[in-house]
C-alpha cells in the first residue's frame, strides 16, 4: 500500500476510485461512457444537481449564497474576483501569508489599488500575522485561510466589516467553517473536493453586478449563476468524481466526523516531530496547519537519507516544497491514520539508527 | 452497441475508455491513481510533453508555434483572444457563420471595435457566406471553420493577409490542415481531442506580447508558453485521455487516414438523406460539414416518430438542435462506418414502413 502524502493533486478515497473507474467503461448503466456522455443530458444535469446538493449540505450554506463550479483553478479566481467586484479605481485589501496570496494581490493590481494589510514574508512565511488594520474603504479584504507551501492555516476569520474573500483551496472540506462569515469562498478542488480540472466557487448573491465593469460572460459570475455552471461545456469529470468523494464525505458523518480525524491526524505527527530528536516544525506552534504539515532536520545532511527510506516505505510525496526545504506531510482529508502510523514508525525507525 | 451520435462531449475509441479506466485504478504502474498523482511528477511531466509531441507530429505544427493545454473551453478563448491580441481602441474582423461564431465577436466587443464581415444569420446560418472583404487595417481575422448546430463547414481559409484565428472546436484532427495559414487555432478538446475539460491551443510565436495591454497571467499565452501548459494545476485527466486518444488516432494511420474515413461516413449518409423521399438535408450543398450533419423531415409531425424509433435502434444524441430542429448526426473520429450503417438502416426501415 503506497501512502499519499502529496500536496496536491492528492490522495482521493480507494472507493472513489473505484466507482470513478467503472463510470469510465459505463455511466449509471446508461451503455456509454461518462467521457462521452452530453453535458446536457439529463444524467449529467442530475450529477450536477447533486455535487451542488451536498456542497449546501456538508458545507450548511445559506440559501442567499450561490455554489459554482468553474474551470481555470484558484489562479483564474485571483484575476475573476477584482475583475467581477472592484469598481474602476476601487480599493481592495489583501492579507500576504504565502506565494499563493501574494499571487493573489499581483493579479489584483490590474483592476484597482491593492493595500496589502500585512505580510509575513520575511520570515518566509512561518507565522501569520495578527493584530492589522483592515482599511473601512477597501471593497473587499482577501486571505488565504491554508498556505500549503508553509504549513499555516487561519482558522478564524479575522475580524472586519469590510466583505471578506477566502481562498480555502487546500482546507475547504477538512473543518466547520460558518459560510455566512464570508462574502466569497473559493477552492481549486484537487485537495479535499476532487480531481484537478474544477473549481468551486460560493458566492452570497448580493456581493454581485455592483463594479460596473464590463466583464466578459465567461469570466462573470452572474453569468455562472444564472447558467447553473452550464455557460459553457463544464469539466464534466471532475465535476463527476467530486460528487464520488463528496458522497463519500457525506456517509463518513460529513465534516465534523472528519474534522474529529484530522485534529487527530494532525495532533499524532506534530506530537512525533516534537517527540523525536531528529525532525523540528517549521511553523509557529499557535498557526499550525491541519493539513500540511512541514518538517525540517536539525541536520539537513540527514534530509536525503530519510526521503531514501520513506521512499522503501512507501511513503509519497513528502519532499518539502523548494522554498521551505526539508518535509511537508499533506494529510487531507482521504489519507488515513494509517499513513499516520507509518511515517511516525519511519522516523523512530530513522532515530533509532542513527543514535 | 450503443451507437453514439452526440454533438460533445462525444464518443471516443472503446480503447480509449479501457486504458482511461485502467488508469483511474493503477497508472502506469505507480500504485496510485491518476486521480491523484501530482501534476508535478516526473510520471504526469511525460504525459504533458507526449500529449504535445503527439499534437505536432499528427497536424504537422511549424516549430515557431506553442502548443498549449488550457482550461474554460472555446467560450474563454473568445475573450483571451482580444485580451491578448487587441490593442486598446485596435479593430478585429470576425465572419458570422452561427451562434460560436457570434459569440465570439460579441465577448471581443469588450476589447475593441469588431467588424462583422459577413452574416448568414439572416438564412439561420444555412450557409457561409463568401466573396467578403476583410479590412485590411485589422489586427486579426476570426471565424469558425466547423458550425456544429448548422451543419456547415470551411474547407479552405478564407484569403487574406491579416493574420487568421480560427475556432476548430468541431472539425480539428479530423481532416489534414496547413497550420502555417493560421496564427491561432483554438479547440475545446471534448469532439476528437478527447472529453470535457482541456482546451488546445496552438498559436504563432510571433503573434504575441504585441498588444501593449496588462494581462491577468493566467490569461496571458506566454505565459503558459513559459511554464510548458503548466503555470497552474493542470486538468490532469482530461489531457491523459486526449493523449490516449492521440495515440489511437496516430495507430490509425494519422489525420490522413482518418480524413478518408470521415469522407466516406459523412457521405454515406448525405447520400441516403438525399436519396430517402422523408428526408432533406438543412445545409447549403457546397458547405456541407463532414462532422455535424444536420437534415430534417418533409413531414415535421414524423419526426418524433423517428426519434423513437432512433432510439429502439440505440441511435444516441441525433435529435436536432432546438434552433435547427430535426436530426444532427455528428459523426466524429470515433464513430465508426459500422453506427452510419445502423443510422441510415433505420432510415430506410423508417420510409419502408411508411410507404
Known amino acids: 500500500m503506497k501512502h499519499n502524502f502529496g500536496a496536491g493533486p492528492c490522495i482521493l478515497p480507494q472507493e472513489v476510485f473505484q466507482e470513478a473507474a467503472k463510470a469510465v467503461l459505463d455511466f449509471n448503466n446508461t451503455g456509454l461512457s461518462i467521457l462521452e456522455i452530453s453535458h446536457r443530458s439529463k444524467e449529467f444535469e442530475e450529477v450536477v444537481a447533486e455535487t451542488e446538493s451536498l456542497v449546501r449540505e456538508l458545507l450548511n450554506v445559506p440559501e442567499n449564497y450561490s455554489v459554482l463550479f468553474l474551470q481555470g483553478g484558484a489562479s483564474q479566481q485571483f484575476a475573476m474576483i477584482p475583475m467581477n467586484l472592484l469598481p474602476e479605481g476601487g480599493k481592495a485589501a489583501y492579507l500576504d501569508t504565502g506565494v499563493w496570496a501574494s499571487k493573489a494581490a499581483k493579479e489584483a493590481k490590474n483592476f484597482g489599488q491593492i493595500d496589502i494589510v500585512a505580510s509575513s514574508k520575511e520570515s518566509n512565511y512561518t507565522y501569520v500575522p495578527k493584530g492589522f488594520d483592515i482599511p473601512l474603504d477597501a471593497t473587499y479584504f482577501h486571505y488565504t485561510s491554508n498556505n500549503t507551501i508553509y504549513g499555516t492555516e487561519i482558522f478564524e476569520k479575522p ?48 456581493l454581485l453586478g455592483k463594479s460596473g465593469r464590463s466583464i466578459p460572460t465567461i469570466f462573470n459570475y452572474q453569468e455562472h449563476i444564472k447558467a447553473g455552471s452550464m455557460y459553457n461545456t463544464p469539466p ?110 519511519a522516523m523512530r525507525e530513522f532515530e533509532e539508527s542513527h543514535k
Open 236 to 345: 464534466v469529470y471532475s465535476i463527476f468524481v467530486s460528487m464520488l468523494n463528496l458522497r463519500w464525505l457525506k456517509a463518513k458523518g460529513g465534516i465534523k466526523a472528519i474534522e474529529q480525524e484530522n485534529i487527530i491526524k494532525a495532533r499524532t505527527l506534530y506530537d512525533e516531530i516534537e517527540r523525536n530528536t531528529f525532525f523540528k516544525g517549521t511553523a509557529a506552534v499557535e498557526d499550525r496547519s491541519r493539513m500540511n504539515i512541514t518538517f525540517v532536520m536539525d541536520t539537513p545532511e540527514l534530509e536525503a537519507e530519510f526521503l531514501t527510506l520513506a521512499k522503501e516505505r512507501n511513503l509519497i510525496g513528502i519532499k518539502g516544497h523548494r522554498s521551505v526545504g526539508g518535509f511537508r506531510a499533506s494529510v487531507y482529508n482521504a489519507l488515513g491514520i494509517t499513513s499516520i502510523n507509518a511515517l511516525v514508525d
Open 159 to 206: 475580524q472586519t466589516t469590510v466583505p471578506t474573500i477566502v481562498d480555502m483551496s487546500s482546507d475547504i472540506l477538512s473543518r466547520e467553517i460558518n459560510v455566512a462569515e464570508f462574502d466569497l469562498i473559493y477552492a481549486g478542488a484537487q485537495k479535499n473536493m476532487g480531481p484537478a480540472g474544477v473549481t468551486l466557487v460560493i458566492v452570497k448573491n448580493d
